[in-house]
């Protein structure tokens, strides 16, 4: 499965910015998919993942209650609208696709090529 990651970009603190992952088959429909970040020099964390079917997610704690997934299967595409965006939330994020249905933060088989977000204080 071919992941596109795009929308990111250089905001402010407190700004929004929604990313975007195309994939190129419909594999994916069947898939929980998920984001992940990686800042410099910092190991890659877990964002957030939904279930193949958009109606379970699950957030890792310093994302909660401002970013939200969400995915449209019908365009193949998987979504991370970022709120209230922090200089500590800066990284390179990357979507992924699962081996199994479920959301979960584990079990990724497939990797997009990352789209840079960077927040100023």
């Known amino acids: 499965v071919q992941l596109q990651a795009s929308g990111g970009g250089l905001v402010q603190a407190g700004d929004s910015l929604r990313l975007s992952c195309a994939a190129a088959?419909?594999?994916?429909?069947?898939?929980?998919m998920g984001w992940f970040r990686q800042a410099p020099g910092r190991e890659r964390e877990f964002v957030a993942a939904?279930?193949?079917?958009?109606?379970?997610?699950y957030y890792a704690d310093s994302v909660k209650g401002r970013f939200t997934i969400s995915r449209d299967n019908a365009k193949n595409t998987l979504y991370l609208q970022m709120n209230n965006l922090r200089p500590e939330d800066t990284a390179v994020y990357y979507c992924?696709?699962?081996?199994?249905?479920?959301?979960?933060?584990?079990?990724?088989?497939?990797w997009g090529q990352g789209t840079q977000v960077t927040v100023s204080s």
């Open positions: 992924a696709v699962r081996s199994m249905s479920t959301a979960s933060k584990n079990d990724y088989r497939y």
């Open positions: 088959r419909r594999t994916a429909s069947n898939n929980g």
């Open positions: 939904i279930d193949y079917r958009g109606q379970t997610t």
